[in-house]
T-cell receptor, first 111, second 115 residues
């Protein structure tokens, strides 16, 4: 059973606007959450993470929000740029344990 | 700079062949992982290792085995390749830090086609 879910397979956004990617999880033991970006034929690259003791973490144009009660996290990209077009995976882990990944959301930023 | 290197970018093998996928990391990480990525299924964990000679099954270990004889190297073995093992294979490593979470770093991936 999928413990980390990304229900939107794709998202299109105009350049300069905000992109919001969503992720839900089921395991309340998860205490660390990550977002990865992946281009075709390349490995995923780490983007941003958040610990369960926080509800927001920001790094430049990227902000991750965590709502523990809803078991939901989201990635905001603002402003969106054409180079942001990629597949985004969310992932979750508990300390010392494996990483569980969602199925990915393909983001297209339209110039 | 952090580096996880997979031995091949593209590989074509015949059904029934024994296939070795090699992964090397230069970060002195304790944890290493093998995932496969398939359309609509995301990244699924095949095996992981938290120390030399240690291994744990992931979600889809059937048809695969692994070897970790040295800390920096983690090998994935397909004992008898089948067409349903055609996929993108991704190796990753992470630091084991007591009480602290750390991110996983990925290699560039190996696109394996079994014909």
């Amino acid at each position: 059973d999928q413990q980390v879910k990304q229900n939107s397979p794709s998202l299109s956004v105009q350049e300069g606007r905000i992109s919001i990617l969503n992720c839900d999880y089921t395991n309340s033991m998860f205490d660390y959450f990550l977002w990865y970006k992946k281009y075709p034929a390349e490995g995923p690259t780490f983007l941003i993470s958040i610990s369960s003791i926080k509800d927001k973490n920001e790094d430049g144009r990227f902000t991750v929000f965590l709502n523990k009660s809803a078991k939901h996290l989201s990635l905001h990209i603002v402003p969106s740029q054409p180079g942001d077009s990629a597949v985004y995976f969310c992932a979750a882990s508990a300390i010392g344990n494996q990483f569980y990944f969602g199925t990915g959301t393909s983001l297209t930023v339209i110039p | 700079d952090v580096k996880v290197t997979q031995s091949s970018r593209y590989l074509v093998k015949r059904t029934g062949e024994k296939v070795f996928l090699e992964c090397v990391q230069d970060m002195d990480h304790e944890n290493m992982f093998w995932y496969r990525q398939d359309p609509g299924l995301g990244l699924r964990l095949i095996y992981f290792s938290y120390d030399v000679k240690m291994k744990e099954k992931g979600d889809i270990p059937e048809g695969y085995s692994v070897s970790r004889e040295k800390k920096e190297r983690f090998s994935l073995i397909l004992e008898s390749a089948s067409t349903n093992q055609t996929s993108m294979y991704l190796c990753a490593s992470s630091l084991s830090d007591q009480g602290k979470n750390t991110e996983a770093f990925f290699g560039q991936g190996t696109r394996l086609t079994v014909v």
